[in-house]
């Protein structure tokens, strides 16, 4: 079965840094292209970032471009979203996800999901 557990979500101030951690069991991590996504009450789940398999390549949507980095570890079957420079737009309840296709990052093609981890920015 697979599981994917996100922690390190909380309530932080404007300004501030966050580090989101993913965990990975029950699949073959290393072939799987690994996103965070966010979503808020009422609208669609946005790409915040996702990593090729290998870490060798990121993608970042425009939000937060310069602010947060992607990483994994293959051995850990672990991945990371550090965030910086939070803003209260960046408040959402952050999911970790595995897929296959790293130019197709929609989240309808994704395979696997955590449940989410809460992250909230006050100004």
């Known amino acids: 079965q697979v599981q994917l557990v996100e922690t390190g979500g909380g309530l932080v101030q404007a300004g501030d840094s966050l580090r989101l951690s993913c965990t990975a069991s029950?699949?073959?991590?290393?072939?799987?292209?690994m996103a965070w996504y966010r979503q808020t009450s009422g609208k669609e789940r946005e790409m915040v970032a996702a990593?090729?398999?290998?870490?060798?390549?990121?993608k970042y949507g425009d939000a937060v471009k310069g602010r947060f980095t992607i990483s994994r570890d293959n051995s850990k079957n672990m991945v990371w979203l550090q965030m910086n420079n939070l803003k209260p737009e960046d408040t959402a309840d952050y999911y970790c996800?595995?897929?296959?296709?790293?130019?197709?990052?929609?989240?309808?093609?994704?395979?696997?999901w955590g449940k989410g981890t809460q992250v909230t920015v006050s100004s």
């Open positions: 990593i090729s398999t290998l870490g060798s390549n990121s």
């Open positions: 996800a595995a897929g296959g296709h790293f130019g197709r990052l929609a989240p309808q093609n994704m395979d696997y």
């Open positions: 029950g699949l073959t991590f290393g072939i799987y292209i």
